[in-house]
């Protein structure tokens, strides 16, 4: 029976309270010992799908995106080559060369700001880096783009409203009883991926149902987009852009105290996976764990506002813009009023369904940027992990490791990927993974420190270099001589 408009958009926000109020639509990871990864995750399904099984969702998802595409199109492709800087043989790290792709409107507004984040991670890195600026763009433009600049090339920093393309998964697939509910939802592995062959959906311009041949990644992206805020954009990449610097600069100086997870009643059991995942990052006796009658609204707000806490990862039931942290007789939400908080964190792990998606905004900021931007400049969180679809990170060592081995937070998502996944993904991995994004500086080390004190010292000879960028506060020179001629 065909519904009218109005009444497709009251199912989908009945479906969607449906299934932010459920008690108990997601068991835990593993169930029991003795079963195979097929049968958890069937088992993850059953109870998860079983709370989403209206179609209303796709249907405006599948507008959105039509929506999107009729736009670009319109749109006249431009790129440019804005500046660049060599890498540094005498800095080797294992980031070679970053590529930055910028909205034109972003880089003609705070140039400077771009330039200073480009230094900052050579600084860090002795990486060889590439700012192009586009316009008009559609997401195989920027495929095509990231594939010009592949040589050598680690990773990819999208800043500004970067094109972006989208995955559907069926819902054709049936294991006993459990339906995997079909889903279109934002897709950034499709530009990780750089030589691997992806499919568009019959009779789609902008959407992609299969992936084959080599499908692992080869290079990490982060997104750094504040116009789906409904703010300020370029105010909002301001106050981003000044606290990113202040990280690299060692103004902002990592303390390596503690991280937390926040893991609801769903994922507490007999298995500690979500509780003590975060161990390798500072170590095992830097980590706390909270779950059980802890888990509720207040307990996550303070600890948010807990300076020793510098990572986060929260298991929550949650929608694009809020998370639930009780049952649906005993609802306790947390909307994306997160932003009003004084967050303390550096980073966060989102097991948030939907917490990701950046592109299902109205009048409100997804979950993902609440934490990432804040509001009016009152958060410290620089990058994060999460979902555009249903599900989230699983497999957390593969993530952790390489985070707690000083590995940057985009090296340790792509590291994720490839060996939890591996190279022949299936229908699982597109139910589970396809939708995993990272938010905000990809190059994030949650290890880093770089204390800069107040000397500047010159060494003396003809053959010396001295070099200075973007100093956050004046150097004042006392007490010099400078010897004639040099």
């Given at each position: 029976?065909?519904?009218?408009?109005?009444?497709?958009?009251?199912?989908?926000?009945?479906?969607?309270?449906i299934?932010?109020?459920?008690?108990?639509f997601?068991?835990?990871?593993?169930?029991?010992?003795?079963?195979?990864?097929?049968?958890?995750?069937?088992?993850?399904?059953?109870?998860?799908?079983?709370?989403?099984?209206g179609?209303?969702?796709?249907?405006?998802?599948h507008?959105?995106?039509?929506?999107?595409?009729?736009?670009?199109?319109?749109?006249?492709?431009?790129?440019?080559?804005?500046?660049?800087?060599?890498?540094d043989?005498?800095?080797?790290?294992?980031?070679?060369?970053?590529?930055?792709?910028?909205?034109?409107?972003?880089?003609?507004?705070?140039p400077?700001?771009?330039?200073?984040?480009?230094?900052?991670?050579h600084?860090?890195y002795?990486?060889?880096?590439?700012?192009?600026?586009?316009?008009?763009?559609?997401?195989?433009?920027?495929?095509?783009?990231?594939?010009?600049?592949?040589?050598?090339?680690?990773?990819?920093?999208?800043?500004?409203?970067?094109?972006?393309?989208?995955?559907?998964?069926?819902?054709?697939?049936?294991?006993?009883?459990?339906?995997?509910?079909?889903?279109?939802?934002p897709?950034?592995?499709?530009?990780m991926?750089?030589?691997?062959n992806?499919?568009?959906k019959?009779?789609?311009?902008?959407?992609?149902?299969?992936?084959?041949?080599?499908?692992?990644?080869?290079?990490?992206?982060?997104?750094?987009?504040?116009?789906?805020?409904?703010?300020d954009?370029?105010?909002?990449?301001?106050?981003?852009?000044?606290?990113?610097?202040?990280?690299?600069t060692?103004?902002?100086?990592?303390?390596?105290?503690?991280?937390?997870?926040?893991t609801?009643?769903?994922?507490?059991?007999?298995?500690?996976?979500?509780?003590?995942?975060?161990?390798?990052?500072y170590?095992?006796?830097?980590?706390?764990?909270?779950?059980?009658?802890?888990?509720?609204?207040?307990?996550?707000?303070?600890?948010?506002?807990?300076?020793?806490?510098?990572?986060?990862?929260l298991?929550?039931?949650?929608?694009?813009?809020?998370?639930?942290?009780?049952?649906?007789?005993?609802?306790?939400?947390?909307?994306?009023?997160?932003?009003?908080?004084?967050?303390?964190?550096?980073?966060?792990?989102?097991?948030?369904?939907?917490?990701?998606?950046?592109?299902?905004?109205?009048?409100?900021?997804?979950?993902?940027?609440?934490?990432?931007?804040?509001?009016?400049?009152?958060?410290?969180?620089?990058?994060?992990?999460?979902?555009?679809?249903t599900?989230?990170?699983?497999?957390?060592?593969?993530?952790?490791?390489?985070?707690?081995?000083?590995?940057?937070?985009?090296?340790a998502?792509?590291?994720?990927?490839?060996?939890?996944?591996?190279?022949?993904?299936?229908?699982?991995?597109?139910?589970?993974?396809?939708?995993?994004?990272?938010?905000?500086?990809?190059?994030?080390d949650?290890?880093?420190?770089?204390?800069?004190?107040?000397?500047?010292s010159?060494n003396?000879g003809?053959?010396s270099?001295?070099?200075?960028?973007?100093?956050?506060?004046?150097?004042v020179?006392?007490?010099?001589s400078?010897?004639?001629g040099?």
């Open positions: 029976t065909s519904l009218t408009n109005n009444m497709r958009y009251i199912s989908y926000i009945v479906c969607n309270l299934a932010c109020l459920g008690s108990s997601f068991c835990m990871l593993h169930a029991e010992n003795d079963l195979t990864e097929v049968e958890e995750m069937d088992n993850l399904a059953m109870k998860f799908y079983s709370w989403e099984k179609n209303e969702n796709d249907s405006r998802r507008q959105q995106i039509i929506d999107s595409y009729a736009i670009r199109a319109f749109e006249s492709y431009t790129q440019s080559h804005e500046y660049a800087i060599a890498q043989n005498n800095l080797q790290t294992y980031i070679e060369k970053i590529l930055i792709i910028v909205k034109e409107n972003v880089f003609s507004a705070i400077s700001y771009i330039v200073r984040y480009a230094h900052d991670i600084n860090a002795g990486c060889a880096v590439d700012i192009v600026s586009v316009n008009g763009e559609n997401a195989s433009h920027v495929k095509s783009l990231i594939q010009n600049y592949s040589t050598n090339l680690n990773g990819a920093v999208l800043i500004g409203n970067i094109a972006h393309t989208y995955f559907y998964h069926p819902d054709s697939i049936v294991r006993g009883d459990t339906i995997w509910k079909h889903e279109s939802f897709c950034d592995l499709y530009y991926d750089i030589n691997g992806w499919g568009l019959s009779g789609e311009v902008n959407t992609y149902d299969t992936h084959t041949m080599n499908v692992k990644p080869e290079i990490f992206v982060g997104r750094i987009n504040t116009s789906t805020m409904g703010r954009e370029i105010q909002e990449l301001k106050w981003y852009f000044n606290r990113n610097h202040q990280y690299w060692g103004k902002k100086t990592l303390q390596k105290q503690k991280a937390l997870t926040f609801g009643p769903d994922w507490v059991g007999t298995w500690d996976e979500f509780r003590s995942s975060v161990a390798p990052l170590g095992a006796s830097n980590y706390h764990s909270v779950y059980g009658n802890m888990f509720n609204k207040a307990n996550y707000c303070a600890y948010l506002q807990d300076a020793d806490y510098e990572f986060i990862q298991a929550c039931h949650s929608n694009v813009q809020h998370h639930n942290f009780r049952t649906t007789s005993d609802p306790i939400l947390l909307y994306s009023k997160i932003d009003s908080l004084n967050t303390l964190q550096i980073g966060y792990n989102l097991f948030c369904c939907h917490a990701c998606d950046w592109t299902d905004w109205a009048t409100e900021p997804c979950l993902g940027e609440s934490y990432l931007y804040g509001i009016n400049n009152n958060s410290t969180t620089l990058a994060l992990v999460g979902s555009t679809k599900g989230g990170m699983l497999g957390f060592s593969y993530f952790y490791n390489p985070l707690g081995d000083g590995k940057c937070i985009g090296q998502f792509k590291e994720w990927w490839i060996n939890k996944w591996g190279t022949n993904h299936n229908h699982y991995t597109y139910h589970w993974a396809y939708g995993m994004v990272l938010l905000g500086d990809p190059l994030i949650f290890n880093f420190t770089d204390n800069c004190d107040d000397i500047l010159l003396g003809a053959e270099t001295n070099s200075m960028y973007y100093a956050q506060s004046k150097i020179v006392q007490n010099y400078v010897t004639q040099q």
